[in-house]
């Protein structure tokens, strides 16, 4: 192996890596900033099927808010089909606070038997 090309894979991968880790950072600081303040929230049922399987976790989606503050749709990211039918009628009544324009809220749900 070439002399040069010894010293230029370390600095390819460290640039490789450091752009890697600015991305991570750029991830996390977008999760952290705060959305649109709510004013309504609506608590899901817990559906009974859920109850009789004793089924508890975490649903995952994304309320599309109009600038009025209405929830619009809920789009599921993830989590059982059961809840995740509950978490979307419950999140289609909340209210935000109005904004200049429509926004995407990423909300989590939590359910324990």
């Known amino acids: 192996m070439a002399p040069i090309a010894r010293f230029r894979f370390p600095r390819f991968l460290l640039l490789i890596l450091t752009l890697c880790e600015a991305t991570v950072v750029l991830a996390i600081a977008q999760d952290a900033a705060p959305g649109r303040k709510l004013?309504?929230?609506t608590m899901p049922a817990y559906p009974a099927l859920a109850?009789?399987?004793?089924?508890a976790g975490t649903v995952k989606v994304i309320a599309v808010v109009g600038p009025d503050g209405k929830v619009r749709a809920v789009e599921p990211l993830g989590g059982s089909?059961?809840?995740i039918e509950a978490a979307k009628e419950a999140?289609?009544?909340?209210?935000?606070?109005p904004a200049?324009?429509?926004s995407r809220e990423v909300?989590?749900?939590h359910f324990n038997p």
Do not use: D
Not at 51 to 55: E, S, V
């Open 39 to 41: 004013i309504h929230k």
């Open 51 to 55: 109850r009789q399987a004793n089924l």
């Open 81 to 83: 089909p059961i809840l």
């Open 91 to 97: 999140v289609v009544q909340w209210k935000f606070a």
């Open 100 to 102: 200049p324009a429509e």
């Open 107 to 109: 909300i989590e749900l």
